[in-house]
């Protein structure tokens, strides 16, 4: 597809070379360097910055800023450009194609010593933008919004999806944080770092694109949504239900197979210094910490953690682990430390596969970053000996007030023959079934899921919140609930009075919620379930 694009003027001011945009003239005219040096910063990481410029309303502009280092990258982007000129490129195209994207305004370029030092890239800014993953975490998209909102939210979503892609413009990175929604209620693609325009594209680089957003829209939306979604894109072509089923499960497919490098190369920065996280070393301790805890006491304290584990309060000690209930120095705020023993016969294994502290800290950042409910890691540390690994410390947040499982069931029933009781156990019994189907519809499962390692954290006017812990154990299962791992669960109330056969059948229900289809399913789950208590 061969769009017109028209010829930009070009000028110098502030220092800076600018290509300007005919439409963005007016707009640009309203630039000046003082504007620029009282910019708001709206996102700032290390090559590149994001800005606003102002007025407030319509006609405001927002500027991207990139930093060219080093010497060998300012002389490659000098002759062939960088990611700044590339995105206004096809920000200029795609607006000539009429495609849902920010007006271009005008692409910059400062120089120093004849290099190109800065890219600079000014849109015209979207009137009451607000990104969909602000959305998502304000409002939890497709579960707490009313049908009335969420429903022209979805389908405007689609709707824009399906615009751009009938434009020819694919993309790698489509996330929520780069789709905004206007004052106006239309969604519109902000950030074009990744993205590609063609003369059209085929059906299967369209699922492709559609199964990187479906990784994230998974987590927030309902199945009944997504298609809806789908229905919505297909547009005329949902009447094929053939190519309907087809599309439905190759983009279901693409996002599991996507899924697995893509939260393996997302986690490794939780193992890294970044600007999320701090390597500490503290004696013989050499580990992780997450920068938002910077300022608490706790820090202070690594050096000396078995002997400030002695002043905690004991909640277990085992031959294989202790963990402690420990108050911040600074905060006050609870936290709870695991020390994990490794026995010598073990030492050699750390060479070979990462440690159970290292393994449960990625379990438990992989729950956060899916909104799965789990007490937040702060830090992770292991005591070094050579190349080996000794003892191994997790320090986690206390979620409070919160009991394990297998307290809360007797405190929410004391009487087993307390009909009102049985039934507050069979209402918490659904809640479980389906806070576990979530997390087999993200792709996880727990590997020793048993009644022990789930905290029960009550809400005034809501269901309980169970809080999954002792995640070295967390793996990644792409087979949705299917009831494999249910047996550990089930054998934690083989023998419990109050766990009866109608909150049995109700937590299955709720947990197998969609894949439900007739009798038999649920039936095939429940015998699986019994084999697995009668081993």
Not at 125 to 138: N, Q, S, Y
Not at 160 to 186: E, Q, S
Not at 387 to 395: E, H, I, S, T, W
Not at 444 to 465: R, S
């Amino acid at each position: 597809m061969k769009v017109p694009v028209p010829a930009l003027a070009r000028l110098c001011r502030g220092g800076i070379d600018w290509s300007v945009a005919p439409e963005g003239a007016a707009l640009f005219d309203g630039l000046s360097p003082e504007r620029l040096g009282a910019a708001r910063v709206l996102k700032s990481r290390d090559a590149r910055e994001v800005l606003d410029l102002g007025p407030e309303g319509p006609g405001g502009l927002v500027a991207k800023r990139y930093r060219v280092k080093g010497w060998a990258k300012r002389l490659v982007v000098s002759i062939a450009g960088g990611k700044g000129r590339r995105e206004w490129r096809l920000l200029v195209e795609a607006c000539a194609r009429g495609l849902p994207v920010p007006a271009p305004v005008a692409f910059g370029r400062v120089r120093s010593g004849g290099l190109a030092a800065e890219e600079w890239l000014l849109v015209e800014r979207i009137d009451g933008a607000t990104d969909l993953a602000t959305v998502a975490r304000e409002s939890e998209l497709g579960r707490s919004l009313p049908p009335s909102a969420k429903r022209p939210l979805i389908e405007d979503l689609a709707g824009t999806i399906a615009r751009l892609h009938d434009g020819g413009l694919a993309h790698d990175d489509l996330h929520p944080g780069n789709l905004v929604r206007g004052a106006n209620g239309r969604v519109a693609l902000v950030d074009l770092d990744g993205a590609s325009l063609a003369s059209s594209l085929s059906d299967l680089d369209r699922l492709a694109s559609l199964a990187v957003l479906n990784r994230f829209f998974a987590q927030r939306a309902s199945r009944t949504d997504r298609l809806r979604f789908l229905l919505r894109y297909a547009g005329d072509r949902a009447r094929d239900r053939e190519f309907l089923a087809w599309a439905a499960r190759e983009v279901e497919s693409l996002t599991r197979l996507g899924n697995i490098e893509f939260w393996e190369r997302r986690l490794r920065r939780y193992t890294r210094e970044n600007r999320h996280i701090a390597r500490v070393r503290a004696g013989r301790l050499d580990g992780w910490l997450d920068r938002a805890y910077e300022g608490w006491g706790l820090v202070s304290r690594l050096a000396d953690l078995d002997r400030w584990m002695e002043e905690g309060e004991v909640h277990k000690d085992s031959r294989s682990s202790k963990v402690v209930r420990l108050a911040d120095p600074v905060t006050g705020r609870g936290l709870f430390v695991k020390r994990i023993h490794s026995r010598p016969a073990k030492f050699a294994a750390s060479l070979f596969r990462p440690t159970k502290a290292i393994r449960a800290w990625r379990g438990a950042w992989r729950l956060v970053l899916c909104d799965l409910a789990t007490p937040r890691p702060i830090a992770v540390l292991q005591e070094r000996r050579g190349p080996f690994v000794g003892k191994q410390y997790l320090v986690t947040e206390e979620i409070a007030p919160a009991l394990l499982l297998d307290r809360y069931v007797p405190r929410l029933c004391p009487d087993p023959r307390d009909t009102a009781g049985l039934a507050h156990v069979s209402r918490a019994a659904r809640s479980l079934g389906r806070a576990l189907r979530l997390l087999a519809e993200r792709g996880l499962a727990h590997g020793d899921l048993k009644a022990a390692n789930i905290l029960v954290q009550e809400t005034p006017d809501a269901p309980p919140v169970f809080h999954l812990i002792d995640l070295e154990s967390l793996v990644p299962d792409s087979r949705g609930p299917t009831g494999a791992g249910l047996g550990r669960l089930a054998r934690s109330f083989a023998r419990e009075p109050r766990v009866t056969r109608t909150a049995r059948l109700r937590f299955l229900l709720a947990y197998l919620g969609p894949f439900r289809v007739g009798r038999e399913a649920w039936k095939s789950v429940w015998r699986r379930v019994r084999r697995d208590l009668e081993r």
